[in-house]
């Protein structure tokens, strides 16, 4: 069974600086990685997934995240944020082959303050 | 990537009854998830419903408590039976077959 670790669980940040939202995986098969936001009282929207390919992967809102198998790390990163990104961010992972079901980290509540 | 109609979007339950949650795609998919996320926590597989089988429920979920119905290869509900003020979550639904695509969740409270 795969796991999925969020080690930050709050990240403060100014706006306009630079973000890095941390996130390790645990699987014994190869893996799609997923990267998802929720605003307040919304649901989930999808912001980047990995499944094969390039290890660098871009999305929504500026948002890119890097798949490094070595380290089963799926970091994502913004270089400039802004007041509007402050919102839950969820990593989440699905064997490849395992029916496509999702499993969630913990979460990272990321606050841009001015 | 399919779009995800849910409803309703909220609901104040009273403990003892059962809600109905209906999740419709605009597009034919194979694969229907519902998932839970309670108060500050993160999500969790309820159960997977694909058409035409029983729904394959996860580790802590039972279909008494949750019944999953699967008509078709656009529509889905859950229902959430015999409700205690622990069910207060938001439900979402989710369709596997394109992009991980979920619904905007029903936020349900019981009191």
């Known amino acids: 069974a795969q796991s999925v670790t969020q080690l930050d669980s709050q990240v403060p940040v100014f706006e306009e600086a630079p973000v890095e939202l941390r996130c390790n995986y645990s699987s014994s098969v190869s893996v799609y990685l997923f990267w998802y936001v929720q605003y307040p009282n919304q649901g989930l929207q999808l912001l980047l997934k990995?499944?094969?390919?390039?290890?660098l992967v871009k999305g929504i809102n500026g948002f890119e995240a890097e798949f490094n198998k070595s380290q089963t790390s799926f970091h994502l990163r913004k270089p400039s944020v802004h007041i509007s990104d402050t919102a839950e961010y969820f990593c989440?992972?699905?064997?490849?082959?395992?029916?496509?079901?999702?499993?969630f980290g913990t979460g990272t509540q990321l606050k841009v303050e001015l | 990537s399919a779009v995800i109609s849910q409803k309703p979007s909220r609901d104040i339950c009273q403990r003892g009854t059962s809600l109905t949650i209906q999740c419709q795609v605009d597009s034919q998919v194979t694969m229907m998830f519902w998932y839970r996320q309670q108060p500050g926590q993160s999500l969790t597989l309820i159960a997977t419903a694909n058409q035409g089988s029983e729904a394959t429920y996860e580790s802590g979920f039972v279909i008494d408590k949750f019944p999953i119905s699967r008509p078709n290869l656009t529509f889905s509900t859950l229902t959430v039976s015999n409700m205690s003020p622990e069910d207060s979550s938001i439900y979402l639904c989710s369709v596997g077959d394109d992009g991980y695509t979920f619904g905007s969740g029903t936020r349900l409270t019981v009191v």
């Open positions: 989440a992972v699905s064997e490849t082959g395992g029916g496509n079901k999702l499993t």
């Open positions: 990995y499944l094969s390919g390039s290890t």
